[in-house]
């Protein structure tokens, strides 16, 4: 795991990715639904090949974060930066093209469809040929559908569900939907992938299985992970760095060995410390 190091924005990157600019920045973020403010002030940074995590108590405001960062919500004040241009005012279609993909605290496959065909949906970003090409099957279209299927293919052997293809994707086990959204997400060709609880629901080998999964695809890919969990062992082992959130404000951010060490957090969500 690489070293962290601050930024001037007091955000912190892995040295690894001190030569390059952030992937994803927000500054001074925040959104009210009428009186209410939902998140405040969230000024963070991940760098390009950063594993980091997104923490808090249920109600803190993580997956508006999310919603913020995919242009589901348009923030209220602060801006949002991927790969240094500004999202503002992006539809969430745009922002997927421009590198962001995400997975959801309920799987949202295409439960009917099959499992290479979800996988396809997700390469559409790559996909050049018109309507007319689709609809009258031209050449170019054949060979698109010839290229499409063969990515999908490689992209499941790559979590070794290959021989899944043919499977109807609601008809996989929990684990392997989990998987499959996550294949579904990297399809899209992302710079960054957001995971929204993603070892929910799931057994200690098939959590452990995920770490891996994290770990491979960020080496693989070379691209940045974030990740909202409350599986506080996944959380401490994976991530490098870690942001943590309660009623939409930042209390702290840092390695996990400093969360984990971090009065205000353990207080406000880790639990406080029983008297001896």
């Not at 500054?27 to 639904?33: N, P």
């Amino acid at each position: 795991m690489s070293k962290m190091v601050p930024l001037p924005s007091k955000s912190i990157v892995p040295e690894r990715d001190l030569d390059k600019a952030p992937i994803l920045e927000t500054h001074h973020l925040g959104i009210d639904f009428g009186g209410l403010t939902a998140v405040d002030d969230l000024t963070l940074a991940v760098g390009r090949t950063e594993i980091c995590g997104l923490i808090g108590p249920n109600g803190a405001g993580k997956t508006t974060v999310f919603n913020l960062l995919t242009n589901v919500y348009q923030p209220t004040r602060g801006t949002i930066m991927l790969d240094g241009k500004i999202t503002t005012g992006k539809s969430t279609a745009h922002i997927n093209r421009m590198g962001i993909a995400r997975t959801f605290q309920n799987i949202r496959l295409f439960s009917n469809m099959s499992v290479i065909d979800n996988v396809k949906v997700g390469l559409h970003n790559s996909t050049k040929e018109s309507l007319f090409a689709s609809l009258t099957h031209t050449f170019g279209y054949r060979g698109a559908e010839k290229k499409a299927t063969e990515r999908a293919l490689e992209l499941l052997d790559f979590f070794h569900m290959a021989d899944l293809a043919k499977h109807e994707a609601g008809s996989l086990p929990y684990g392997a939907q989990r998987r499959l959204e996550i294949v579904r997400a990297l399809a899209t060709n992302p710079s960054i992938v957001l995971l929204d609880e993603p070892a929910a629901g799931m057994n200690p080998s098939e959590t452990a299985e995920l770490m891996e999964n994290i770990r491979k695809i960020r080496d693989s890919f070379q691209i940045a992970i974030m990740l909202i969990e409350h599986d506080m062992n996944l959380v401490m082992n994976i991530c490098e760095g870690i942001c943590v959130l309660d009623h939409g404000k930042v209390i702290a951010k840092g390695t996990p060995d400093e969360i984990k060490q971090n009065p205000t957090v353990i207080e406000a969500y880790l639990g406080k410390k029983e008297a001896e």
